[in-house]
């Protein structure tokens, strides 16, 4: 088994922010799940407020972010899981919103803040608007504020809960 550093990495071409990693059983077979819970831990970067934040694994079978929580311990935000996947760390403040002003009616085209899906109905309902969508495999998406559960299944499904900020979102408005 070879190990190597980031700077041999980086020098073959591998995104040094993404570093593949890879853990191994005693046998040299990749481990991808785990019998319990392991614990993964990111450092805070100074400035970062933890208690914003909330860890997200990219679920390959339902190609949507899925949360997975987490919480701030002495400077490092921990995350408790039984697999290995690709994980991301959302900072949603108030949220949920939408970059720009949305116009009085009518369908505009705007960014999210990004935020969860309980932020995107506050706001939808303070601001007015009944529906959003989302472009999704080529095609869109859409959310319509107070309809039943089977209506936004597929944007549930699709976004996995989350808009992330800069999200392009079409918004309709009352």
Do not use: C
Not at 21 to 31: E, R, S, V, Y
Not at 67 to 82: D, P
Not at 147 to 168: K, R
């Amino acid at each position: 088994m070879s190990t190597k550093v980031l700077g041999e990495l980086v020098k073959e071409g591998v995104d040094p922010l993404n570093p593949p990693i890879q853990i191994l059983d005693a046998l040299g077979n990749p481990l991808t799940s785990f019998p319990t819970a392991i614990e993964l831990s990111f450092l805070l970067p100074d400035g970062v407020d933890g208690d914003a934040l909330s860890a997200y694994f990219w679920d390959e079978q339902t190609e949507a972010w899925a949360s997975v929580g987490g919480s701030v311990v002495g400077g490092r935000f921990v995350v408790q899981t039984s697999h290995l996947s690709t994980y991301a760390l959302f900072q949603f403040g108030a949220g949920g919103g939408f970059n720009g002003t949305l116009p009085a009616s009518g369908v505009t085209i705007a960014t999210a803040q990004g935020g969860t899906l309980t932020q995107l109905r506050a706001v939808l309902a303070r601001d007015g608007a009944q529906s959003v969508f989302i472009s999704y495999r080529g095609r869109f998406v859409g959310y319509v504020l107070n309809a039943p559960d089977f209506v936004n299944a597929e944007f549930l499904a699709a976004t996995g809960g989350v808009l992330t900020p800069g999200q392009a979102l079409m918004v309709v408005i009352r």
